[in-house]
């Protein structure tokens, strides 16, 4: 039990180090899954789980049976009335976008909501026809079917001129790519890859979705204004487009009165197509673009009416679901569906509490398809680009984001606009990839240059922060204690040597280098009998010893970079008191390293050896490293990785930075290694002896003539 | 002063929320640089840097005038003369793994030298044909250079009969690709991008190393049993070139004493070419790979030796001294250089102290082209088949590493796998490109599935560990502490917010739905006047009160997600203890919850709101939520998106874990939470009355009939 003294902190135990809490307190053995026994568990197979199995595949199981005909089928029917009809509309709308005849839009509207209604898992989404996913079906389609007179601005003639070769090979196209992105999505969907939405991140999302508003705004601008553009089709064509917009307006706008229309409708169905093999090879990539996308809006509104009804909707059915319908609805001449948030907007507000109501929204687009379709062939085809840009204003207001992204995180911010520049400039679908990838490259960038700090103790109790940030600081002299904030790996290992090199003020190895180089000397000395060893230490008889620069070679560089070893010497030397003249080494004050290592998740191979290689440099000139604040598991990992030797030790584990200074002040010699670093009552010291003039000279002739 | 007592960790001092800690301590108004700051620094520009950049861009300027004659020269004489002869044998041979003639060797060995002598900043590495470059460009040669009869296993003899034309196109093409990774160096390294080589990680270079060790291998066998094999050119070939060697193998060895040789040696230079544009558009993927591979081990082989002898070497100097040679070099028909590592050893262990040792290689190898070339033209091909070969032992001998690093890192062996895969079955160049990205995709992996546990108090101090690992915890009834040990970004809140929802055992949001409901009955039940107030809280007056399920419409049910309010009610609700009959609410132990964030590197604007959400979620159904050890900026962060408002405040931060523990202690009401969540000695109490038979059926009545 804690008992809380008033409002004080008050704690008294022993130091501990890593090794010497887990003398205290007992560690429980536990058992960690080895990757074999996940996969046992994942491969496992049993009656039961096959029923869960196929259960799941065929939701509409579950959710019938227990349909409250009473208390729910009224709302139902209403729902599923205003949905049909605003789907009707929709779908005329949408498949402007698509450059195909208006009337296949009710087609897109109508197959894929029957296959939905049996597979899908969300009660309350519209499945049909979406203004991005239907722009981008567009892209590919003007890109495969030039219009008929290349270069001219004719396209829009041709389909009224009702050139139906060309009409027909667009609707092939769209129903071809749709047939693909549906087995796409089916394919993920069967190997559970319905995680990858959780790669879209809001500013990806706000970021796409205005270049698709600015696509689609861009592209239906021609519809409304009556004007003769191709829509544009590949990479850096909306430049074009927009610019051919403001060359054409002037002169075109007078044929406004000779407006377009929805023209003839089909009455009935059309035989299913059977999808045209070389056409998957030219769009796989944009149709990986459309089966993501497609996939991405449904689950994102599907999930946000779970959440609000609190039912669970499982990513990987809905991708089985989707893959399905587009196989579905494509093979019958449809164009690629997800859902439109206002359509389904429309479906939850009048009430809808199921797919029945998706299934009575599909009869009311299937009586328009075989019974009254006339009625709506009088209607203006710049009716149905106002309804379809009446979505984008949304969408395109979404720019304002930028301001507020900037104040509030770069990377964010950089992510949207970058999102948005892809997208515009490389289309849709491959900018929806560069997007993602891009983004993920952000999160490599924010560990990879970690804010690093060197902290002092606050307030003379267990408080460490930031030495820059308060004034009343207290730092250990000879300590130094280093943090920092993010895993190290092999992208910036190098960048935190850089910055603990900055922050204790020199490079370690240098030292080791500079002490084995005076080292050599100081035994050169010895085997000439030039210095006398007192209980003090040792005695230089010579004054103004005189060494040439030695050229060393490659073996005896590597030889530099060994530990300094004292042990033959019948003395022991103190590298920061006064050497013989002409042997300089730095005097270093450090003679503890802290690393505050709490907010490091991880190490990689390549870092741990870096690692190991800084402590080693530090630990060669007599620097104590200590690291804390990791968790258990850390070290486990280290020692599985053979991280210790005799050198690095498992002992430089402490569990907090208090822990580690207490451990420093206890130790007696660190109180004599901080008097001597001072230069005070220092152990020993090399007295000068001034009566060496000649054996000086003795001394510097056989080192001249080496070389 | 902090003055240890012995072995013992004391601390007394007040209990700190962030914001208490603040008013303690002063903190310093520090001035952080802005983006605007950085901007001006980078673009300022002064007499100084100018001369700083222009001295940097030749660095011969600083060496060559310190250069010891006396001392050095004589090394780099003798090292020179070595690494001359290696280089005259190492360009010839290297030069079939391009399938080009040996004699182009010889240039790539020259004229890359005489640049970088100039513009180099490493004082010992030898420039030239490096096996894995020449490998990649002959990968293009071949793809873009058909052997003349296609199909069949002619290239040798094409060689051979000395088929010039095809020759001269094979040399135009390799140099064009090496005059092209030359200009995307300089470009590279104008625009300071010398920082990619840290992308490529150990485990990477040694799975990308291996399989161009392989690929090496299966090239070169053909030269050493002198059988008629077309290199493998694109991806997948590789296997083809295997399943050839195999099936030629029997029947061609019979031909081995008719042996290829060198022959014909072109005396002096030729003219220089000029590259193909059109080749420039064809090879632009593999040229950048090229570039990459050739700067990268340049740039590590650099590395070892700025190490070992201690002097500065610039990765963007480098960039575009390697371009220039690349460029020069491709100019006059040699093909991209970098260094081999056994060149440079021989460099290096000769005594080779600077550049003008490779200069002086130089000029070896040019005595060679112009002079004495027809010595070397009976030279075996196969005798330089194996020499390449020599040095793909200690490659292929890395394949060891798969098993250990599988036993150390996962990651780091799924890195190894991908990258020889990629490397393999894409080729060299899109297969670096691929497995980089992977590589970066793996630090997203691994933050993105963090360890999450669940902590409590070991040992009754201020330590705070895994709730699994130690078997004597403390756990304060009603607390739990949660950890999460990773930055929490788009891709991983949903993740962390599932893990909590788990570690705590209810979803908070479900709570508060189901008391928002309660509450709408009991107000029902105030109002028609079945509540009696008493001072103790309320009693209802009735038994057995029935409600319907109300069927919610879609704002109802956004009401319930809102917080609850109970200012109008005359009474306090006690959630824990029992309700009216038939309301009946989950009952939840958990009154405080304590998130260990010392981890927690970043948030991005995504999770941001996640988490928000998250708190919002417990803070209404009274959970109070205590963020820990974050450091200072992550607060700052936070109140600079916005994130603080009178619901979830800026006061939920403590510095420790401890701190928190203590306030939740020493608060009054949270002792009561802890009585009243246990049942005994509750407050408010429902008392039942159980004369209302009557009365029950007359409320029971109008509210059925509501539907």
């Known amino acids: 039990m804690i008992e809380p003294i008033g409002n004080q902190y008050i704690v008294a135990r022993p130091v501990y180090s890593a090794n010497a809490f887990v003398e205290d307190h007992k560690k429980k053995l536990r058992y960690h899954k080895t990757f074999l026994d996940n996969l046992k568990v994942c491969c496992s197979c049993s009656t039961q789980k096959a ?55 009710l087609y897109a509207a109508f197959f894929p909501v029957i296959t939905y209604f049996f597979l899908g898992t969300s009660k309350h989404i519209s499945v049909g026809p979406f203004p991005v996913l239907s722009m981008m079906v567009g892209a590919v389609v003007l890109r495969l079917v030039p219009t008929t007179s290349t270069m001219s601005l004719d396209i829009f003639n041709s389909s009224m001129s009702n050139d139906s070769s060309t009409d027909e090979y667009k609707v092939m196209v769209a129903a071809t790519v749709t047939v693909l992105s549906g087995i796409i999505q089916l394919v993920m969907g069967v190997l559970q890859f319905g995680f990858v939405v959780i790669y879209l991140s809001e500013s990806l999302i706000s970021g796409f979705t205005t270049a698709a508003a600015i696509h689609v705004l861009v592209s239906q601008l021609k519809f409304i204004l009556q004007l003769k553009v191709p829509a544009h089709t590949d990479p850096f064509s909306i430049f074009k487009t927009v610019i051919a917009t403001g060359v054409s307006y002037g002169f075109d706008f007078k044929n406004r009165f000779n407006v377009a229309v929805v023209g003839k409708m089909q009455n009935g169905f059309q035989p299913p197509i059977t999808p045209d093999i070389q056409i998957f090879q030219d769009t796989i990539g944009d149709s990986f673009g459309i089966a993501i996308v497609g996939f991405a809006v449904a689950f994102s509104v599907a999930s946000v009416y779970s959440l609000k009804y609190d039912y669970p909707i499982d990513g990987n059915q809905e991708l089985i679901a989707l893959g399905v319908s587009n196989i579905f609805g ?84 950089l992510i949207w606009i970058m999102t948005f520049i892809f997208a515009i400039v490389l289309g849709l679908g491959l900018g929806l990839a560069a997007s993602v990838a891009f983004q993920l490259l952000t999160i490599v960038f924010r560990t990879q240059f970690p804010k690093c700090s060197i902290l002092a103790n606050v307030g003379r109790s267990n408080i460490y922060k930031n030495k820059k940030d308060y004034s009343d600081m207290y730092e250990p002299e000879g300590v130094k204690i280093f943090r920092c904030p993010s895993p190290i790996y092999f992208a910036n290992i190098q960048f935190f040597k850089q910055k603990l090199t900055d922050a204790v003020g020199f490079n370690p190895l240098r030292i080791l280098r500079k002490r084995n180089k005076a080292l050599k000397k100081i035994r050169k000395l010895q085997k000439k009998g030039l210095l006398q060893v007192t209980p003090k230490g040792f005695i230089c008889t010579i004054d103004g010893f005189k060494d040439s620069e030695d050229e060393l070679d490659s073996h005896q560089i590597e030889e530099l970079d060994q530990p300094i070893n004292l042990a033959d010497l019948p003395f022991q030397i103190d590298w920061n008191a006064d050497l013989p003249v002409n042997i300089v080494v730095p005097k270093i004050s450090l003679h503890s390293l802290i690393l505050d290592f709490s907010a490091v998740s991880f190490l990689d191979i390549s870092s741990m050896r870096g690692l190991k290689k800084i402590l080693q440099e530090f630990m060669r000139i007599k620097v104590d490293v200590y690291i804390v604040g990791t968790d258990d598991d850390f070290i486990d990992k280290l020692v599985q990785c053979e991280f210790f030797d005799d050198e690095v030790k498992d002992s430089i584990f402490f569990l907090t930075i208090h822990d580690a200074i207490l451990q420093i002040l206890m130790k007696d010699d660190s109180t004599s290694k901080f008097n001597s670093s001072q230069g005070k009552d220092a152990k020993f010291d090399f007295t000068i002896n001034t009566n060496g003039g000649l054996r000086n000279r003795e001394c510097q002739v056989p080192v001249e003539t080496k070389f």
Do not use: H
Request: hydrophobic share 50%; charged share 15%.
């Open 330 to 413: 494509g093979s019958f001449r449809g164009f690629a569906a997800s859902t439109s948030l206002s359509r389904s907007g429309v479906q939850e507000s009048t009430g809808g509490k199921t797919q029945i109501a998706g299934l009575l929204s599909a009869i009311i687009v299937l009586i328009v398809i075989v019974a009254i379709g006339f009625l709506l062939e009088p209607l203006q085809k710049s009716v149905l680009a106002a309804l379809a840009l009446g979505n984008l204003k949304g969408m395109l207001m979404q720019f304002t984001e930028i301001g507020r992204l900037w104040r509030k995180d770069k990377y964010d911010c």
């Open 51 to 105: 029923k869960r199995i196929a259960l799941s595949l065929f939701p509409i199981a579950s959710w019938l049976p227990a349909y409250r005909i009473k208390e729910w089928l009224l709302s139902d029917i209403v729902s599923g009335i205003s949905t049909g009809l605003v789907a009707v509309l929709q779908g005329l709308a949408f498949a402007l976008l698509v450059s195909i005849p208006p009337s296949y839009g």
